[in-house]
């Protein structure tokens, strides 16, 4: 009895359990997925560059000892000795780089890729709300075409039991029980990659989201997609040309490259330290001699010759700042071109949803008619099943125009450099339990 109820029980909250949105499951990718837990990682390993390049600027203090065991021994005409000892010497420096060119412009490097990186991260975290959403949005669009094939085994089937009734009686030939026999094996197949579809769609959010996804919320019914704000393409082009991730971070990187020319340089420059030494040094021999001193003085290198390699680095350098040049006209112009696809795919995608909607009415009520008709007898067999595989491959279309412009919003802000998670929160609140 205690069992039955507990089965009773865990059906009952089972049911009620309330289907995960676009938030919970963005969330749970928050946590989980490895791409962006590896994005994660970089962006922490790049805040130490900063770090690192300051380090060449602060001073340098190490601490040395040697012990040394010796064996003497003295001959001269009138005496001669044999003795051992160990002598022991400490000593701690400090050099205080004065004037380091090469260690300055690292220090502004440092800074400089602790920024890359943070635009690496941001670019990441777009790329998860819009991996997140692309994921999210295949599962309904397969859940909606597994139950437009559904319905369309299940009228297949219904037509075809009507054929072999009508059959049977007379009032058909053998060729309209084949025909809707066909179109039913046809739905059922169909239905079997749908369901195949849908397993393999889920799994691909469970890779994203590091567990089995729960029943996903869908979209409201009779919700109306915004056009963009501002609604001009241009606005979105320009926006994207300067405030994209991908521009960002190739600006950045190009300023380390700049940067990078001037430190091959520094190469053929004097480095002066401020060097400040104390040393304590003993020798307990025949008679104890024990020394300190303290020394500070000032230390100038200059290179003269180092086999050409300096010139070698600067070149190297130029050439890949010409290279960083190339790279971020790319990242602008590719900024650009996916901004304005974004656009344009939410513009369109917006009247192709019209059209489909249209369709869809228009295609139930073919449908409607057709049966009609084929119930008066003005209608034969394949003029119904043609109805109805039209209507579901309408609804089919319907459903993939709807996610596919959903995915273009989020892409367009993408482009721009301005998808955040309050966009996510925005495309939660068109969804609703199934």
Not at 246 to 266: K, N, P
Request: proline letters at 2%; charged letters at 20%.
């Amino acid at each position: 009895m205690k069992r039955a109820l507990a089965i009773c029980l865990s059906s009952l909250f089972a049911s009620a359990a309330f289907a995960a949105d676009l938030t919970q499951v963005y969330r749970d990718a928050l946590a989980n997925d490895a791409k962006f837990s590896a994005a994660r990682a970089q962006f922490e390993a790049g805040q130490e560059k900063v770090v690192q390049g300051r380090a060449g600027l602060l001073p340098v203090i190490a601490a040395s000892a040697t012990s040394t065991w010796n064996d003497v021994s003295y001959r001269a005409s009138s005496a001669s000795s044999d003795y051992t000892y160990n002598s022991n010497g400490y000593a701690v420096q400090l050099t205080q780089p004065l004037f380091r060119w090469q260690n300055w412009v690292q220090y502004k490097q440092g800074e400089l890729q602790t920024a890359l990186a943070g635009s690496q991260y941001g670019q990441a975290r777009q790329d998860l709300i819009l991996r997140t959403a692309e994921a999210y949005f295949n599962v309904l669009n397969a859940e909606d075409t597994l139950a437009a094939v559904s319905q369309l085994r299940t009228a297949a089937a219904e037509q075809l039991e009507i054929a072999k009734t009508s059959f049977e009686v007379g009032t058909v030939t053998i060729t309209d029980v084949h025909e809707a026999q066909s179109r039913f094996d046809l739905a059922s197949a169909q239905e079997i990659a749908a369901r195949n579809d849908l397993d393999v769609r889920r799994e691909s959010l469970a890779q994203i989201i590091g567990k089995e996804p729960e029943p996903l919320a869908g979209l409201r019914s009779g919700v109306e997609l915004q056009r963009p704000q501002p609604d001009n393409i241009g606005e979105w082009v320009s926006a994207a040309e300067q405030s994209s991730f991908g521009v960002q971070a190739q600006q950045l990187a190009r300023e380390i490259a700049t940067r990078e020319v001037s430190r091959a340089s520094g190469g053929h420059m004097p480095t002066l330290d401020l060097v400040a030494t104390h040393s304590l040094n003993s020798r307990p021999s025949i008679s104890f001699d024990r020394s300190e001193s303290t020394t500070v003085g000032l230390q100038l290198n200059v290179p003269l010759y180092q086999g050409g390699g300096v010139s070698s680095r600067e070149r190297e350098a130029a050439a890949l700042k010409l290279k960083a040049d190339a790279d971020l006209e790319d990242a602008r112009r590719s900024a650009a071109l996916a901004a304005r696809q974004s656009y344009l795919g939410v513009t369109s995608g917006m009247a192709q949803v019209r059209a489909l909607e249209a369709a869809r009415l228009s295609s139930t009520s073919a449908l409607e008619a057709n049966k009609l008709g084929y119930e008066v007898g003005v209608r034969i067999n394949i003029d119904v099943l043609n109805a109805q595989s039209q209507l579901a491959d309408t609804l089919q279309k319907l459903s993939r125009a709807r996610y596919d412009t959903l995915l273009a919003q989020l892409r367009l802000k993408a482009a721009a450099g301005t998808l955040g998670e309050e966009d996510v929160l925005a495309i939660n609140a068109l969804l609703a339990e199934r």
